[in-house]
Nanobody, 119 residues
């Protein structure tokens, strides 16, 4: 059974920083693209950042220049370094990964970690 577990969320003042982690465990043959999403109260879930297996990254315009996505393939772990945080960054942050087993590839989601930025 494959699981994704996020950690690192919390309460921070505007202008502060947080680092989120997403660790994949279970029987994993390969991990392709990995993403961070977030969902603010009353809003739809939105894509924040993406990283390919080769390290290519993409960011939403709202976080470009402030957030940095990275991954450690040896540890099956992805990170999101969030700097210069703003109140509008508040939400539940979810990781998503496309993980291959011996026979198939599936998308998996973590349970989410709360990030709250106070003004």
């Amino acid at each position: 059974q494959v699981q994704l577990v996020e950690s690192g969320g919390g309460l921070v003042q505007a202008g502060g920083s947080l680092r989120l982690s997403c660790a994949a465990s279970g029987i994993i043959f390969s991990i392709a693209v990995m993403d961070w999403y977030r969902q603010a109260p009353g809003k739809q879930r939105e894509l924040v950042a993406t990283i390919s297996s080769g390290g290519r990254t993409n960011y939403s315009n709202s976080v470009k220049g402030r957030f940095a996505i990275s991954r450690d393939n040896a540890k099956n772990t992805m990170y999101l370094q969030m700097n210069s945080l703003k109140p509008e960054d508040t939400g539940v942050y979810y990781c998503n990964a496309r993980i291959g087993s011996a026979t198939a590839t599936y998308d998996y989601w973590g349970q989410g970690t709360q990030v709250t930025v106070s003004s």
